[in-house]
């Protein structure tokens, strides 16, 4: 066995847009395979992503793939859409595969199910589940919509180890309308509810995570100076409602039409900022108004004191910040060996009217990269030292070598 192949990370990725799941899972496995041996002795992680045209034979996919490579650790999931490498195969068949030679690195695959589930009040049982060990570098994570507390589930792991945070990225199935039809691998078994993750400890790695944003705020933020759960009654000392009224009356023609398009709203991350910009919310969908009360329903619970902002969805803000929060990576003079990328299922042809639009940005700024992933119902990425279950971002994982 060669230095190279010791002290090295490596990782290929691969995908196909064949509609027949074994021909595309055999495809990309030996695609890997031919790429991977000169490199590296052994695949200690692969990531399988496919479409919900697979998902019937997603084992089946998975099983071809462990035959071939033989991963010391494997975790998939399907979704409405796939992505990989210079491509994103939206609305029609897709399977995208990663593989990686982690060296050093401890490698730790888990479930969660309705069955079995993480136990979210003991810190010491999940850390002892995840296979927390320091360093813990990160989490991949996919999980079922329909079968997943994942606002709960989220940050039981990311502060398992407080002080210390557990960066986890990835997102919850989204190839299914109803429950019992997502599916989700874990090495050699097959699920249709919970959650699959892999831990990676250790080894002779550096991480950096991004997360961007593909909406932008209109109008001020405003203080939540009463609610009910998830309902916010007053900004401000106003009603809610006439809050929001009086900002879409003030927005420039341009905003309107953006606005007609969908609201969110964005929660402050950080309240001891003496000003809010750029990745300082956390942004969710509204879920509704409540005109007896004049009150905004959110999409999470809130809490008196809270900064809020209006956002909307707009394909220029979310190129641009994109773009900016790569730039900073494209001066890193060690360069990435593989980029996990999870956008939400907004994005794609939906948002910017033409295909392939995050993956061919993080290719031009990091290089031929191998990069996998999948369109999600809800991404899982860090803001500061805190993971959270995001809405309409790009999230990203990229990998190096230590230099």
Same mark, same amino acid.
Request: aromatic share 6%; with cysteine.
């Given at each position: 066995?060669?230095?190279?192949?010791?002290?090295?990370?490596?990782?290929?990725?691969?995908?196909?847009?064949?509609?027949?799941?074994?021909?595309?899972?055999?495809?990309?496995?030996?695609?890997?395979?031919?790429?991977?041996?000169?490199?590296?002795?052994?695949?200690?992680?692969?990531?399988?992503?496919?479409?919900?045209?697979?998902?019937?034979?997603?084992?089946?996919?998975?099983?071809?793939?462990?035959?071939?490579?033989?991963?010391?650790?494997?975790?998939?999931?399907?979704?409405?859409?796939?992505?990989?490498?210079?491509?994103?195969?939206?609305?029609?068949? &897709?399977?995208?595969?990663?593989?990686?030679?982690?060296?050093?690195?401890?490698?730790?695959?888990?479930?969660?199910?309705?069955?079995?589930?993480?136990?979210?009040?003991?810190?010491?049982?999940?850390?002892?589940?995840?296979?927390?060990?320091?360093?813990?570098?990160?989490?991949?994570?996919?999980?079922?919509?329909?079968?997943?507390?994942?606002?709960?589930?989220?940050?039981?792991?990311?502060?398992?180890?407080?002080?210390?945070?557990?960066?986890?990225?990835?997102?919850?199935?989204?190839?299914?309308?109803?429950? &019992?039809?997502?599916?989700?691998?874990?090495?050699?078994?097959?699920?249709?509810?919970?959650?699959?993750?892999?831990?990676?400890?250790?080894?002779?790695?550096?991480?950096?995570?991004?997360?961007?944003?593909?909406c932008r705020p209109i109008g001020q933020p405003h203080i939540v100076t009463k609610c009910n759960r998830n309902v916010i009654l007053e900004l401000g000392g106003r009603k809610a409602m006439e809050v929001l009224q009086e900002t879409a009356h003030s927005l420039s023609d341009a905003e309107k039409r953006l606005l007609s398009r969908g609201l969110l709203m964005g929660t402050v991350i950080n309240e001891y900022k003496d000003r809010f910009g750029r990745g300082d919310f956390l942004v969710k969908n509204l879920m509704g108004f409540d005109q007896r009360v004049g009150g905004i329903a959110a999409g999470e619970l809130c809490k008196v004191g809270q900064t809020i902002q209006f956002h909307v969805r707009?394909?220029?803000?979310?190129?641009?910040?994109?773009?900016?929060?790569?730039?900073?990576?494209?001066?890193?003079?060690?360069?990435?060996?593989?980029?996990?990328?999870?956008?939400?299922?907004?994005?794609?042809?939906?948002?910017?009217?033409?295909?392939?639009?995050?993956?061919?940005?993080?290719?031009?700024?990091?290089?031929?990269?191998?990069?996998?992933?999948?369109?999600?119902?809800?991404?899982?990425?860090?803001?500061?030292?805190?993971?959270?279950?995001?809405?309409?971002?790009?999230?990203?994982?990229?990998?190096?070598?230590?230099?």
């Open positions: 066995m060669s230095a190279t192949h010791v002290h090295t990370p490596f990782a290929a990725s691969a995908i196909s847009g064949h509609l027949d799941t074994r021909t595309a899972a055999t495809e990309i496995a030996d695609r890997l395979f031919d790429e991977f041996l000169p490199h590296a002795s052994a695949c200690d992680l692969a990531l399988i992503f496919g479409s919900y045209h697979h998902r019937s034979a997603f084992d089946d996919a998975a099983a071809v793939v462990r035959k071939t490579l033989n991963p010391g650790a494997m975790i998939g999931v399907t979704a409405e859409a796939v992505l990989g490498n210079d491509r994103e195969l939206e609305g029609v068949a &897709g399977m995208s595969v990663m593989a990686m030679r982690l060296p050093g690195a401890t490698v730790t695959a888990w479930r969660t199910t309705p069955d079995d589930p993480m136990p979210l009040g003991d810190p010491a049982a999940i850390r002892a589940r995840i296979g927390f060990d320091q360093p813990f570098r990160a989490a991949i994570m996919f999980g079922d919509p329909f079968t997943t507390p994942v606002t709960k589930l989220v940050p039981a792991i990311s502060e398992c180890a407080s002080p210390h945070r557990v960066p986890i990225v990835g997102g919850m199935a989204s190839g299914a309308s109803q429950p &019992g039809l997502n599916a989700m691998v874990i090495n050699d078994r097959t699920m249709n509810a919970g959650a699959v993750g892999v831990s990676i400890a250790g080894g002779h790695l550096d991480f950096d995570f991004i997360v961007s944003q593909g707009d394909a220029a803000t979310a190129d641009e910040d994109l773009q900016l929060l790569l730039d900073g990576q494209a001066l890193n003079p060690n360069p990435p060996f593989a980029a996990m990328l999870f956008g939400c299922n907004g994005r794609g042809e939906k948002l910017f009217g033409h295909p392939h639009h995050d993956i061919s940005v993080v290719r031009e700024r990091l290089g031929e990269v191998p990069v996998a992933g999948f369109f999600a119902a809800g991404e899982f990425g860090p803001i500061g030292d805190r993971s959270f279950l995001h809405g309409h971002t790009a999230s990203l994982m990229v990998l190096r070598g230590k230099a």
